[in-house]
């Protein structure tokens, strides 16, 4: 799997990122002396020997995950991307998701992905599929500048959104957009495994032209006598449903049987996921329903009046927001967070910010992105803000 | 010094802070891939400086590979610690969201651990700068580098102290936050520095076990060659870094303050503080990049969180906006920097040393010398 990195020379170093996992134990005992890696990072302190690996090459690293890009499909309105991850990749479950970081404009982003790909796709890389929004930053920079042989970050995979073991007797997979990605990963990997009980998979998009696996699904459908597929389009028409979900939508991917008594994933939009719940509900089976949440950045409507909650997630304390800075705030919780000038010039009260929207009060700017380091002392919550303290 | 120092209104204050203010705005609106380009190629430049002199020491009996480790490894302890290390460590390029650049996760080649660092100079110094009583880096607790400094038979040993300094300077730092002065006076209690020694011991540990231990046993029977250009690489960090670091505050004509005078300053008095309480030196762009760019510690005091390639293009606005104001801006050539610093340090070891006018600088005797390249506004 890794013996593409064999390029990178001869060292003991580079024989351990070349060889497989179920291989490397017996490489280090006899290539590498024990304490090898021990004495690297002492003479490689204070950085630490990935910092020098990168320098020679970005995928060369002892510790931090990274991913090579290998292959990338542009449809009309999304990017499918085949990465190839380092060594410490430890795999992951069809419906989790993983974080990618790229650096745009001299920033680094990082954003949430669902490989799209079976669990146990035999080349060991992943499939992430991008739709590229309009204001999406790191979407809109996969779209047009991804390529061949681009380092992005990677973290392993994260996320409960996973088929259960045993496996269901029937499965129901509904998505709407780009929450295919997920389904799509779980209805590969039941074909993966010979599953012998029925998938439905339902999805909604505007028109045929955004579902970049039409070919695909038809061809898996039809190898798979037990995968029934339906599409509804919601702009054009003219797919196997019309409308919204409803109780005949799901008749027309599990026909044969009360569908009720399968399990459902689903990912979409909100509201899709709350007529699937809805239906379910209604015949007591809600648990049956299992769902990924979109998390979308919330628009900021209203700068100048103070509202919505300050929540210190770490201390588990919560308070309206008073519009004072979240340093002042953190202080009136109770709390005392480390600090120096109090007037953002020496960066000790930055913290990271889990979610919501700041404002610097030196520059008026907004800051909505989600996990990013802020300074205390110089911002104020601009309604609900969750700071990791 | 019951009158003010400041030469100028609360109005004009005000106006000059928001001009700067504009300013910083300017720049922080323009980062981006060329910020975080430029600091990558420092990056790679020292660790190529530094696997240089490793890789040349391991034929470290041979003369001209030990000049060559030593030179090589200088230049990489100087850029670790100035040009990326402290730069870094004041949160310079914290926007990127890259963490091997965070200020809060960065840690330097040189003895002194960096969240130690980050109190002691990021708020401490940075915040209060130039107060006497205040700013513990006017004479960081050993030196009388202030007038208002009172004098003490212990500084007849100015000189001496100062040279111990830069010959051990990455210790001397590394010491900094434990204040020692303060202990030997009660103004702190030992138990204090008890999770700082701790950190100090930790720090100090891995960085002599990786130059006086490591690499020079990796050499096998050239230990003690290796081993000596290991030391002398560090000697040459410390007198440069400290001698640049002297010139930030020290040469002859920079202010300081008093804390009564800066009580409840504004935002636009904190920026003039800054400006008459720091020194430049002029040089080349190559002796920038090697000073860490604290050749513009005028501009770097004003905005420590812009990324230091700035400072030099922002250098000839506050230049101007120093002259509209009538403010001085201290600059000059390294020479007159260090000869200017290293004089007061002889003068001020004793009681009467200070020459009037010293404490309170007029714009004429600090204008540029020939040296610099900075065109004057009109």
């Given at each position: 799997m890794y013996i593409r990195s064999l390029k990178f020379g001869t060292t003991e170093v580079e024989i351990l990122m070349a060889v497989s996992a179920p291989d490397r134990a017996s490489v280090r005992r006899r290539f590498s002396p024990r304490g090898l890696l021990p004495l690297l990072e002492a003479l490689a302190t204070p950085h630490g020997v990935d910092r020098y690996l990168e320098l020679v090459h970005p995928m060369l690293t002892l510790r931090e995950l990274r991913a090579v890009v290998t292959e990338v499909r542009r449809h009309r309105h999304a990017v499918t991307l085949t990465l190839r991850p380092t060594r410490q990749w430890q795999g992951f479950s069809a419906g989790q998701f993983v974080q990618v970081s790229v650096d745009v404009d001299g920033v680094r982003h990082r954003r949430c992905y669902s490989p799209a790909c079976s669990q146990y796709r035999a080349d060991g890389c992943l499939e992430l599929t991008v739709k590229a929004h309009d204001a999406g930053v790191v979407s809109q920079y996969l779209y047009t500048s991804a390529t061949r042989g681009l380092v992005v970050g990677l973290s392993q995979a994260e996320g409960s959104f996973t088929l259960p073991e045993p496996r269901p007797?029937?499965?129901?997979?509904?998505?709407?957009?780009?929450?295919?990605?997920?389904?799509?990963?779980?209805?590969?990997?039941?074909?993966?495994?010979?599953?012998?009980?029925?998938?439905?998979?339902?999805?909604?998009?505007?028109?045929?032209?955004?579902?970049?696996?039409?070919?695909?699904?038809?061809?898996?459908?039809?190898?798979?006598?037990?995968?029934?597929?339906?599409?509804?389009?919601?702009?054009?028409?003219?797919?196997?449903?019309?409308?919204?979900?409803?109780?005949?939508?799901?008749?027309?991917?599990?026909?044969?049987?009360?569908?009720?008594?399968?399990?459902?994933?689903?990912?979409?939009?909100?509201?899709?996921?709350?007529?699937?719940?809805?239906?379910?509900?209604?015949?007591?089976?809600?648990?049956?329903?299992?769902?990924?949440?979109?998390?979308?950045?919330?628009?900021?409507t209203d700068v100048g009046e103070a509202s919505g909650n300050v929540s210190f997630s770490r201390s588990d304390l919560s308070a309206a927001n008073t519009g004072a800075t979240l340093l002042e705030q953190a202080e009136a919780a109770g709390l005392r967070p480390e600090h120096g000038c109090r007037m953002g010039i020496c960066f000790s009260c930055t913290q990271v910010k889990k979610s919501g929207c700041t404002r610097d009060v030196r520059s008026g700017e907004l800051h909505s992105d989600p996990d990013t380091e802020i300074q205390l002392c110089v911002n104020v919550p601009v309604g609900d803000v969750v700071v990791d303290l | 010094m019951a009158e003010r120092t400041i030469p100028l209104t609360d109005q004009q204050i005000d106006e000059l802070g928001r001009e700067l203010d504009a300013l910083r705005q300017r720049i922080v609106d323009d980062l981006g891939e060329d910020d975080?380009?430029?600091?990558?190629?420092?990056?790679?430049?020292?660790?190529?400086?530094?696997?240089?002199?490793?890789?040349?020491?391991?034929?470290?009996?041979?003369?001209?590979?030990?000049?060559?480790?030593?030179?090589?490894?200088?230049?990489?302890?100087?850029?670790?610690?100035?040009?990326?290390?402290?730069?870094?460590?004041?949160?310079q390029y914290d926007w990127m969201r890259d963490p091997a650049l965070n200020s809060k996760q960065f840690e330097w080649d040189t003895a002194c651990p960096s969240d130690q660092w980050r109190y002691s100079h990021n708020y401490m110094h940075h915040t209060f700068t130039n107060i006497v009583d205040k700013d513990r880096d006017i004479g960081y607790g050993i030196l009388r580098m202030a007038e208002d400094q009172k004098w003490n038979p212990y500084y007849l040993g100015n000189p001496v102290w100062a040279f111990l300094l830069m010959v051990?300077?990455?210790?001397?730092?590394?010491?900094?936050?434990?204040?020692?002065?303060?202990?030997?006076?009660?103004?702190?209690?030992?138990?204090?520095?008890?999770?700082?020694?701790?950190?100090?011991?930790?720090?100090?540990?891995?960085?002599?076990?990786?130059?006086?231990?490591?690499?020079?046993?990796?050499?096998?029977?050239?230990?003690?060659?290796?081993?000596?250009?290991?030391?002398?690489?560090?000697?040459?960090?410390?007198?440069?870094?400290?001698?640049?670091?002297?010139?930030?505050?020290?040469?002859?004509?920079?202010?300081?303050?008093?804390?009564?005078?800066?009580?409840?300053?504004?935002?636009?008095?904190?920026?003039?503080?800054?400006?008459?309480?720091?020194?430049?030196?002029?040089?080349?762009?190559?002796?920038?990049?090697?000073?860490?760019?604290?050749?513009?510690?005028?501009?770097?005091?004003?905005?420590?969180?812009?990324?230091?390639?700035?400072?030099?293009?922002?250098?000839?606005?506050?230049?101007?906006?120093?002259?509209?104001?009538?403010?001085?801006?201290?600059?000059?050539?390294?020479?007159?920097?260090?000869?200017?610093?290293?004089?007061?340090?002889?003068?001020?070891?004793?009681?009467?040393?200070?020459?009037?006018?010293?404490?309170?600088?007029?714009?004429?005797?600090?204008?540029?010398?020939?040296?610099?390249?900075?065109?004057?506004?009109?």
């Open positions: 007797r029937r499965v129901v997979l509904v998505s709407g957009g780009s929450g295919i990605t997920p389904v799509l990963s779980m209805l590969r990997t039941l074909c993966d495994e010979n599953y012998h009980g029925e998938i439905g998979f339902l999805h909604y998009a505007p028109d045929a032209e955004h579902v970049g696996y039409l070919d695909e699904l038809a061809d898996l459908a039809a190898r798979h006598d037990n995968v029934r597929l339906a599409f509804g389009f919601t702009r054009t028409g003219g797919g196997h449903v019309d409308g919204r979900f409803c109780p005949e939508h799901l008749a027309t991917v599990a026909p044969d049987s009360d569908s009720r008594d399968a399990e459902v994933f689903v990912c979409g939009p909100a509201p899709l996921m709350e007529a699937v719940r809805g239906v379910f509900a209604a015949a007591g089976a809600e648990h049956r329903v299992h769902t990924e949440e979109f998390t979308l950045t919330p628009v900021v | 975080r380009a430029y600091i990558y190629n420092i990056i790679k430049a020292q660790r190529a400086f530094e696997v240089l002199g490793r890789a040349s020491l391991f034929a470290s009996a041979l003369p001209p590979f030990w000049l060559l480790g030593v030179a090589s490894l200088s230049l990489s302890k100087i850029l670790d610690n100035m040009e990326i290390g402290h730069n870094v460590m004041h949160g051990l300077f990455q210790y001397g730092v590394a010491l900094h936050d434990l204040e020692v002065e303060n202990v030997l006076s009660g103004k702190r209690k030992p138990a204090q520095n008890k999770a700082l020694w701790q950190a100090i011991w930790r720090k100090v540990g891995k960085q002599t076990l990786k130059d006086y231990v490591l690499f020079p046993a990796l050499t096998g029977p050239q230990f003690l060659s290796t081993l000596s250009a290991n030391a002398t690489a560090n000697l040459i960090r410390n007198l440069w870094a400290y001698s640049i670091i002297f010139c930030g505050h020290f040469p002859s004509g920079v202010a300081t303050f008093t804390e009564e005078e800066t009580e409840n300053e504004s935002r636009g008095a904190w920026y003039v503080r800054q400006m008459m309480g720091s020194a430049n030196i002029t040089g080349s762009k190559l002796f920038h990049i090697l000073s860490g760019n604290l050749s513009h510690q005028i501009e770097h005091h004003l905005f420590p969180d812009l990324p230091s390639r700035r400072y030099p293009q922002i250098a000839p606005e506050v230049r101007a906006l120093c002259e509209k104001y009538g403010l001085p801006y201290n600059t000059g050539r390294f020479t007159k920097q260090i000869g200017s610093t290293w004089g007061k340090i002889f003068r001020l070891a004793l009681p009467f040393g200070g020459r009037p006018g010293d404490a309170t600088p007029d714009a004429d005797s600090v204008e540029a010398d020939e040296g610099d390249q900075v065109p004057t506004a009109a």
